[in-house]
């Protein structure tokens, strides 16, 4: 996992966790970067937020639509107190 300050999270990769992960958006403010990450499990797809790197919240859900729903939510809030994307962390979906 990576240690705050090294980079962004490329969208739509995977990323090494204990269960691997795709970033849907990554945004950032005063240094400081949140990233909503989807893990896929059996039963069950997880939304969690990393900060700066860090397992902050999740969420599990039953479906994709419910999911991204709840991750546009997360980001316009976001955007409303300031937080940015650059052209590498616009949505690949939701």
Same mark, same amino acid.
Request: no cysteine; net charge negative; charged share 30%.
């Given at each position: ?8 999270? +490329? ?6 966790? +204990? ?6 958006? *990554? ?30 919240? /999740? ?6 639509? *419910?999911?991204?729903?709840? *991750? ?12 940015? *994307?650059? /052209?590498? /962390? ?5």
């Amino acid at each position: 996992m990576r240690e705050r300050g090294e980079g962004r999270f +490329p969208i739509g990769t995977m990323i090494l966790t +204990p269960d691997h992960g795709t970033v849907l958006w *990554a945004l950032r403010s005063r240094g400081d970067e949140v990233a909503a990450v989807v893990r896929l499990y059996r039963a069950a797809l997880e939304l969690t937020y990393l900060w700066n790197g860090q397992d902050h919240f /999740s969420q599990m859900f039953e479906n994709e639509d *419910a999911l991204l729903a709840a *991750a546009r939510e997360k980001r316009q809030e976001l955007e409303a107190n300031g937080w940015k *994307a650059d /052209s590498a /962390s616009a949505p690949v979906r939701g």
